[in-house]
């Protein structure tokens, strides 16, 4: 059934496939007869575990840029999902870049996105998040307006992390997205710095600090890995998530000129597992296991979600192989991390 789904949504440009698959799954959500299929059908697999001294009901999350404007929490909650991000949430609206932006690559099970913090503002998102769904953690993830200057980006994220602080159960700070110029600027050692420390200072003068999560590129060296690790240390945040899109387009089977007529973006999906997961594991090494990673990039099946896990994960998020596999990976996946938990406990 969910192939022939896919395949008419295939039919459509992929944004808007992707927003008339959510506008219909939250249509259902509100029937009680389908709402107790969905509950049926994808039934949250229970594996409480606790990392950065959050409870998640299970290991499997949806990353960022699926729900920028936490539109649809309910409708992840209900697919089983133990987290999601929001976002990426910048302090004013804005429409991202032009379209179109969303491309797949199905010979390569792949995404290609430029679509550039396209999002509401953060005052839209928290006055969503004051409806958020119980028993769903959600992490809210922040980043810089276009039209701000990489000098000014601090108070940007600083407005972010303010507004959304009481409203969500930890951050993530991107400064790793390829479709916004010059972001990754902001991952080079001393302005990374400079904004980890602050937003850090911010988070414990609060009464109830929140965990910060850095959301780094798989594009990365290993010099710039060893800069990671000693910043996250030294500014005290709780963690990495590795990784966001990489900018490589190495060993595609689609067809070159394809992939050349779509352009610059981010590619996720298939392509970008192995060097996600072999960067996640030079984190997880360097760092000897001092905080927690959250692995994302190229899960498409339940084994990768494995590699993830044996790379030093605590945790895994989906994006691209919900969209391919549907949301029976949420549930393969998260048996997949009891599993592992089982064995390594």
């Excluded at 409480?48 to 999350?61: H, L, M, Q, S, Y």
């Excluded at 109830?208 to 945040?237: H, M, N, R, W, Y």
């Excluded at 595609?252 to 594991?281: M, Y």
Aim: charged fraction near 20%; include cysteine.
């Amino acid at each position: 059934m969910f192939n022939f789904i896919r395949f008419i949504l295939f039919l459509l440009p992929p944004e808007r496939a992707h927003y008339v698959t959510m506008h219909l799954l939250q249509f259902f959500c509100r029937f009680l007869l389908t709402a107790w299929i969905f509950k049926l059908l994808y039934r949250r697999v229970k594996d409480p575990v606790e990392v950065a001294g959050i409870r998640f009901p299970n290991r499997v999350g949806l990353a960022a840029g699926f729900d920028k404007d936490a539109r649809f929490m309910d409708v992840f909650k209900a697919l089983g999902f133990g987290h999601m991000e929001i976002g990426t949430v910048t302090p004013l609206p804005q429409p991202g870049n032009e379209l179109p932006r969303l491309f797949r690559l199905p010979a390569d099970q792949a995404l290609i996105n430029r679509l550039g913090f396209n999002n509401k503002g953060v005052d839209y998102a928290v006055g969503k998040l004051k409806n958020r769904p119980k028993g769903l953690v959600i992490g809210g993830n922040i980043g810089k307006n276009k039209v701000t200057p990489n000098e000014l980006a601090v108070q940007d994220y600083e407005i972010c992390f303010e507004k959304l602080h009481p409203y969500v159960d930890y951050f993530t700070v991107n400064v790793s997205s390829p479709n916004t110029p010059n972001l990754r600027e902001l991952q080079e050692k001393e302005p990374l710095t400079a904004l980890l420390t602050r937003l850090q200072a911010l988070n414990d003068a609060k009464d109830s600090p929140k965990p910060i999560f850095l959301k780094i590129a798989p594009d990365l060296t290993e010099g710039q890995v060893d800069d990671i690790v000693e910043i996250v240390i030294s500014s005290k945040i709780a963690g990495v998530v590795a990784t966001n899109t990489t900018v490589s387009r190495a060993a595609l089977n689609s067809e070159a000129a394809i992939v050349a007529a779509i352009g610059a973006g981010g590619l996720s999906g298939k392509p970008a597992f192995e060097p996600s997961t072999r960067l996640q594991q030079q984190l997880h090494d360097k760092s000897a296991g001092r905080f927690p990673i959250i692995g994302v990039g190229g899960v498409m099946t339940p084994q990768q979600a494995q590699a993830k896990f044996e790379a030093g994960a605590s945790l895994v998020q989906l994006y691209t192989g919900f969209v391919y596999a549907g949301p029976s990976l949420v549930k393969a996946v998260a048996k997949v991390g009891r599993s592992w938990a089982a064995k390594t406990s």
